[in-house]
């Protein structure tokens, strides 16, 4: 069994970066659901439903990563930028400042544009 999720992990790395997000989420979700604390699949699944224009599945994901791992300063980031996206500027504010601060990087006080 762990050699199917770690060939459906590798599967889903490399769906990410041929930019095939879709191809990456059916890859990823398995292996996230059967190893739910995995912070990493998890990170990288928000990451494609995120890219894929899939905002909600992403925000959770992520805010099921900072459950874990409250000090992961990508996955606040990543939430801002989630919630900027959805035109929810106040609440990506939070997690902006939360990166910065577990960074010292003021630069990720800006918004981001796309």
């Known amino acids: 069994m762990e050699d199917m999720r770690a060939l459906s992990y590798g599967l889903g790395q490399q769906y990410f970066e041929e930019r095939n997000y879709r191809g990456a989420i059916r890859a990823l979700r398995p292996v996230v659901e059967e190893t739910p604390d995995d912070v990493g699949t998890r990170l990288l699944l928000a990451r494609a439903y995120y890219h894929a224009a899939l905002l909600k599945p992403a925000e959770e994901q992520l805010l099921e990563v900072i459950e ?18 959805q ?5 990506a504010t939070k997690h902006r400042r939360i990166a910065a601060a577990l960074t010292g990087d003021e630069e990720l006080l800006k918004p981001h544009r796309v």
């Open 87 to 91: 035109s929810r500027p106040e609440e």
């Open 68 to 85: 874990r791992e409250p000090t992961e300063y990508y996955a606040h980031l990543m939430l801002a930028r989630t919630l900027e996206r």
